[in-house]
């Protein structure tokens, strides 16, 4: 499936932030992690932060000027198995959570560019990207 | 089940309208019937106009401030209610979601400069304009004002004026479009919330009697209108006959001219969403695509290759692009002016007569282009409000020009170009009073002015801007000696 327009692209971020957090939350919940508890609750909350400002700016972001149709964002691109991260091992859930970050990441570089007409947005999805990256990168201490 | 029959809204009560006559509200999208509405009569009009004359007395004592605090309440709400108010705008009108959001997010940028009131409705001073005499000049509300807005924006139109209205002092009567009353019907819901005093805010459903009965309602100080010229020239002879101040913005023809040194690539998802955004019924719609020179077929190659890629479908799935017209007697006359179109002469180079989509009983026309479009044929002359394209291949930045200012209707026109002084040229010469420079659809935030010239807009005071909060209000000059 495309995402074809601006509230398609927000649609799709702000289920993404909504269902990663979901994933942190089920995390927090495995015994294996329990030293982790603190973060994982942290970066859960920054996913809700997220799927927050997302909203706002599809609220707010959107006019007539600059509903331009979107071409070549593929859903299919960013899609990563589910998983259910109360019944994994410690090191498989921190993969799974490295692997969700880099999706993240991944979309958020790749959809910027196509929003270049509404730039604030496009400048919201450059500085998500900047942190899912660094949010992998602190994932990785914890294997 | 029956549907349920929209109320009025009078001196703070619902009320439902003693008309028998009653009109049906579609959703575009699958062409079934989802409301119904009354055609209110001349005396429930009278009845709100009374209440809203009564309430203008107290209103207008109370301090412009605490008049725009309302609104600041009133922009909250919006906020907390988005999703509600533009989902409702899709299911009566059929506008995809994103165009519904960017019109209800037009709506609440007027609330918000409504706010600017002790700024904005602020007079003058002069001093010593003879010795010893001083002279100011107040601006004064009126009492109270209609509005009559068009089905494209169900949420916006009204909201171009009634914020101002409201903050100046003046009480107001609406009658929203019987296409589309269920936007405003939620709208005024929420506008409960805020507990305006009685009368001063008040919805009449209803047709041409409603219209008739607010323009010869001797009480209602001036009107509002946004529609199609003929109704909008109607509409300023009757309010002059009348007395009544009017500000009355009617169609459009609005040109895109297309430079040879224009970028494509860049341009052309601006000029996609200027040509099929809202399926073309807006007043700032581009309905005439004129390139100059020899740009022509690499642009029309592209731009037709993009306009058959739009997903058309219901507004409410987030992947329509493009969403159905109004209805299907509106449906019926784009058909009739695409049928024009072939028996002029014209090439039609993508037909959107049948198009696919998911419910075929809804009230699509697809992306359709006219190509070889001469500027005498009916479809370059007169307003189709729907997704079609009309190609005049032009010479000349002059020649565009010359065609932009000899369609009566003087609306907008967007030039695309890399070069300043062509973009100079243009918008240095063109009538229409709204202009795009690589911009495709040239619509002014509630800072600016709105309104277009010619027979695209009747009267002096155009929406939003600092000229609605002069529309709303009148100069009363006061000049003082002191013995």
Partial sequence: MSLKNFGGVLDFA??????????????????????????????????????????????ENVTEMILEPIQGLEVENYQEAKGDPTSMRKDEIVDHLKRLEDRAERFYREAAIRLQPVSDVAGIFQRLAKKRGERRKKLSTLS | MALPIMKNYINGEWEQSKSADI?????????????????????????????????????????????ARYMFALKEIFEDN?????????????????????????????????????????????????????????????GVFGCIPPFNFPAMVPWWFMPYALVTGNTYVVKPSEQVPMTQGFIFELLEEIDLPEGVINMVHGSKEVVNAMLDHPDIQGVSFVGSTPTAKYIYKRCG???????????????????????????????????????????LSGAVLAPVGDIADELLEKFVAQAKSLKLGDG?????????????????????????GISEGADLILDGRNPEVDNPNGFYVGPTVFDNVDKDMTIAKEEIFGPVVSVLRAKSLQETIDFANTR????????????????????YKVKPTMVGVNIGIAAPM??????????????THKGQGHDVFHFFTDAKVVINRWF
């Fill in chain 2, 241 to 283: 006959e009348t007395g009544k101040r009017a500000q009355a913005l009617g169609g459009a023809k609005n040109i895109v001219t297309v430079m040879p040194d224009a970028d494509i690539d860049k341009a052309l998802p601006s000029l996609i969403t200027s040509f099929y955004g809202c399926a073309g019924q807006r007043c």
């Fill in chain 2, 82 to 142: 988005f999703e509600e108010i533009s989902k409702t705008l899709v299911r009566e009108m059929g506008k995809t979601l994103d165009e519904s959001r960017g019109e209800v997010r037009r709506m609440i940028e007027n609330v918000e400069h409504s706010t600017g009131v002790t700024s904005l409705m602020m007079g003058s001073t002069l001093e010593d304009i003879a010795k010893g005499i001083d002279c100011r000049s107040e601006r004064q509300p009126l």
């Fill in chain 2, 408 to 427: 009566g209707m003087a609306n907008a026109a967007c030039i695309y170009t890399a070069s300043g002084a062509a973009a100079r040229e243009f918008k």
């Fill in chain 2, 23 to 67: 009109g049906k509200v579609w959703c575009p999208a699958t062409g079934e019937q989802i409301a119904q509405v009354p055609y209110s009569t001349a005396a429930e009009v009278d009845k709100a106009v009374s209440v809203a004359k009564e309430a203008f007395e107290e209103w207008r004592r109370v301090p412009p401030l605490t008049r």
């Fill in chain 2, 446 to 459: 509630s800072f600016f002015p709105f309104g277009g010239s010619g027979e695209s807009m009747f009267g």
């Fill in chain 1, 14 to 59: 702000i289920e993404l932030e909504n269902e990663d957090a979901s994933v942190l939350e089920l995390a927090e919940k495995n015994q294996e992690m329990s030293s982790y508890q603190e973060q994982l609750t942290r970066l859960a909350k920054e996913n809700k932060k997220n799927a927050k400002t997302l909203t706002r700016a599809r609220q």
């Fill in chain 2, 316 to 340: 409410l799935d987030s992947s329509t692009q493009m969403g159905p017209l109004v209805s299907a007697a509106h449906k019926e006359r784009v058909l009739g002016y695409i049928e024009k």
